[in-house]
């Protein structure tokens, strides 16, 4: 069997990185893999901390902070450089910490129509799983959100993009979409997909990916056996970090629908954060904010964002 291909984008990592690397054996087990590493111009010791504790690494400097869904495509160009190809990938954050045996469940679960398998996710400190699992937007599930909260409006399928059903993370669960701080895809799929869409700087980037896998015939499915701790999490939220992710859910959306249902979804998610903002929540300020002025095709907001390590106490991938 061919090797497996671990994809990691780094920006000002190193502090991360050290436990990252020393859960990989544990959670490689049963593979043969190599790491690739796409560095987007950290200014921290991200690169000495990958040469001293994983030397046999191949490292992408990509010379600039050019995004998450950037730094995949030139960690996939610097994989698929390797003699003989790779059987699958694994595109992860380098907060993951994946635990034993994580990596071939993953792999494993790809094939009869799988094209993207997702493990069951924990934060830091906490015993329950994440709710990692979406389905597509739509205007519906907005308003839902909107109304009675995104993890209320979760046990109905028409309210919300949050798959909260405790059933769906006990067994193998097909969805439209799933967070992406740690993800395996298979070679076909691969192939069919192409590159991700740069486009989207942070956040969005997994979606878009996986809702196009999924128009070309690739599902993605949870494997609840394979299991691994985000520390980032769904702890805490920036306002600059809500804001870009709010925009990005606009634009994607923008770009699958008409523009007639897009001002209803755009509606929608302004009165969501409004409504939050009115209580005193500071990302949502922002993020209404931002949703009253016209949304170009890369915010500003992404100049100053993080592609793969956020400050100390802002998630990498907060809930959507």
């Given at each position: 069997?061919?090797?497996?291909?671990?994809?990691?984008?780094?920006?000002?990592?190193?502090?991360?990185?050290?436990?990252?690397?020393?859960?990989?054996?544990?959670g490689m087990s049963g593979l043969d893999w190599r790491l690739?590493?796409?560095?987007?111009?950290?200014?921290?010791?991200?690169?000495?901390?990958l040469r001293e504790l994983a030397p046999d690494a191949t490292v992408v400097r990509t010379g600039r902070n050019a995004g998450y869904a950037a730094g995949v495509n030139a960690a996939l160009g610097a994989a698929g450089e390797a003699e003989g190809g790779y059987?699958?990938?694994?595109?992860?954050?380098?907060?993951?910490r994946m635990r034993q045996g994580c990596a071939k469940r993953l792999v494993d679960g790809?094939?009869?129509?799988?094209?993207?398998?997702?493990?069951?996710?924990?934060?830091?400190?906490?015993?329950?799983?994440?709710?990692s699992l979406r389905r597509e937007s739509s205007v519906s599930r907005a308003l839902g959100e909107a109304v009675i909260g995104n993890r209320r409006a979760g046990r109905f399928p028409r309210l919300s993009e949050l798959v909260t059903d405790p059933a769906a993370y006990?067994?193998?669960?097909?969805?439209?979409?799933?967070?992406?701080?740690?993800?395996?895809?298979?070679?076909?799929?691969?192939?069919?997909?192409g590159p991700w869409d740069e486009s989207f700087f942070l956040y969005s980037e997994e979606t878009e990916y996986c809702l196009r896998a999924r128009d070309l015939g690739y599902a993605t499915r949870l494997e609840p056996a394979a299991e691994a701790v985000h520390l980032g999490g769904e702890s805490r939220v920036s306002p600059r970090l809500w804001t870009l992710l709010t925009v990005n859910r606009v634009r994607l959306y923008a770009r699958r629908h008409g523009a007639v249902a897009t001002a209803f979804f755009r509606a929608a998610v302004l009165l969501r954060e409004a409504s939050r903002a009115a209580l005193g929540r500071p990302a949502s300020r922002a993020a209404a904010g931002a949703l009253?002025?016209?949304?170009?095709?890369?915010?500003?907001?992404?100049?100053?964002?993080?592609?793969?390590?956020?400050?100390?106490?802002e998630p990498t991938r907060p809930p959507h």
């Open positions: 069997m061919s090797p497996v291909a671990v994809l990691v984008v780094t920006w000002n990592s190193a502090s991360v990185l050290p436990g990252f690397l020393a859960s990989l054996p544990d690739v590493v796409a560095d987007n111009d950290s200014a921290d010791d991200t690169v000495a901390v059987s699958a990938v694994l595109v992860c954050n380098p907060d993951i790809l094939g009869d129509g799988v094209g993207i398998s997702v493990p069951l996710l924990y934060e830091d400190g906490r015993d329950a799983p994440l709710h006990e067994r193998p669960t097909r969805a439209d979409w799933a967070t992406g701080a740690l993800m395996a895809l298979s070679a076909d799929c691969l192939a069919a997909c009253l002025r016209p949304i170009s095709a890369r915010p500003a907001i992404e100049d100053k964002a993080q592609p793969a390590a956020a400050q100390p106490g």
